[in-house]
């Protein structure tokens, strides 16, 4: 199984609303990754979690929460959010092993504030 | 200066031409990657490097190590290539990405 899965793959949701998005990936990955992109840029590093435990926070809002409760699922908590918030969600994981540095991404979840 | 830079921004090409896509970076890296995504957001990895040359199909990627440059070739381009395609550099524990190359193939 060579693939992340993310969902949902649309979300919609107010800005008093709590949602979570998730993340998938059964290739013994170590390294996972949150990414946020707006339109016609690139993908903005949100969060990076080694071995089950958060190595890199890019100064990301508290409004966004991380969450990797075992090696293989990642979860981005989000509550509060507002409407510049909207943008499309990837996760990535990648391994680390000798041979195993190839990146793998999820579809994203393409999330609209209201 | 971004760390990861890509040329051109924009690519419009007719079928069947050859296309060369450009990368260049100033950190140091463990491998350098080459992604495409289409409309609608899914991101494929292409290619992963740290040395040498790499070919898969029509697609051929070089990297130079001690240039910090890398290139993307299409051989006889097709409108289904039609994508934006981004260099990405493995920095530790961090994917940097280049700002992207949106290319149009036309029939």
């Known amino acids: 199984d060579t693939e992340v899965t993310q969902t949902p793959k649309h979300l919609v949701m107010g800005m008093t609303n709590k949602k979570s998005l998730k993340c998938e990936q059964h290739?013994?990955?170590?390294?996972m990754y949150w990414y946020k992109q707006k339109a016609k840029k690139p993908p903005e590093l949100m969060f990076v979690?080694?071995?089950?435990?958060?190595?890199i926070n890019e100064s990301v809002p508290s409004r966004f929460s991380p969450e990797c409760p075992n090696s293989s699922l990642l979860n981005l908590h989000l509550h509060a959010l507002q409407p510049e918030d909207s943008a499309l969600y990837l996760c990535?994981?990648?391994?680390?092993?000798?041979?195993?540095?190839?990146?793998?991404f999820g579809q994203g979840t393409r999330l609209t504030v209201v | 200066k971004n760390e990861v830079e890509q040329s051109p921004q924009n690519l419009t090409a007719q079928e069947g031409e050859f296309i060369t896509i450009n990368c260049s970076y100033s950190?140091?890296?463990?491998?350098l990657h080459w992604l495409q995504q289409h409309p609608g957001g899914g991101i494929v990895s292409l290619f992963m490097?740290?040395?040498g040359k790499k070919k898969h199909g029509r697609l051929i990627a070089t990297i130079n190590i001690q240039e910090k440059h890398s290139s993307l070739h299409i051989t006889a381009s097709h409108p289904r290539d039609s994508a934006v395609y981004i260099c990405?550099?493995?920095?530790?524990?961090?994917?940097?990405f280049g700002t992207g190359t949106r290319l149009q193939v036309f029939p």
């Open positions: 979690y080694s071995y089950e435990k958060l190595s």
């Open positions: 290739m013994g990955h170590r390294a």
């Open positions: 990405a550099v493995d920095n530790t524990d961090k994917l940097i």
């Open positions: 490097l740290s040395s």
């Open positions: 950190v140091g890296i463990s491998a």
């Open positions: 990535a994981s990648i391994g680390r092993g000798v041979r195993n540095t190839e990146a793998f």
